[in-house]
């Protein structure tokens, strides 16, 4: 059941497509508006449902609202039968009013988003990624949902 709705979760929340690039690494986003310099941490959810962080990034800062709010996510590294979480908190909100554009004056942000992924539904990505803006997504709507899980 749980396995189900993970999934469909993960195939609401990302894209797809394929070109061919050879970095292979899928990069995540955060978005509230896109957040810039935000603390990006990677936990392991352990058996007992513990978690174990495995990795520590920073967000993409960027010119564009396309380049801003990236991160590794770590897929080729991820075990394929173990769910990661994926924790984004502090940074910049870089369009708070969510218009589309980059707004001259930044938002701090000061919650924490959330999203839970199985690895081997992030390195299916790598198959299907049409760029790096088409990636798994952590923001209000996953967090919602980890709430709820």
Not at 3 to 18: K, S
Request: proline share 1%; net charge negative.
């Amino acid at each position: 059941m749980y396995n189900y709705l993970f999934f469909l979760i993960f195939l609401v929340l990302i894209g797809c497509g394929n070109n061919g690039d050879s970095d292979s690494n899928v990069y995540g986003i955060a978005q509230l508006g896109n957040l810039g310099d935000a603390e990006v941490k990677i936990y392991k959810i352990e058996e007992n449902g513990s978690k174990t962080l495995k990795w520590t990034e920073r967000t993409s800062e960027g010119k564009s609202l396309k380049s801003i709010g990236l991160f590794n996510s770590h897929s080729n590294e991820l075990e394929d039968n173990v769910y990661y979480l994926y924790e984004i908190s502090g940074g910049e909100d870089r369009d708070s009013d969510d218009d589309g554009k980059k707004d001259w004056h930044y938002t701090n942000n000061r919650g924490v988003i959330r999203a839970i992924y199985k690895g081997s539904d992030l390195k299916k990505i790598n198959m299907f990624n049409v760029d790096k803006h088409s990636s798994p997504k952590v923001n209000i709507a996953t967090e919602i949902v980890y709430q709820k899980i």
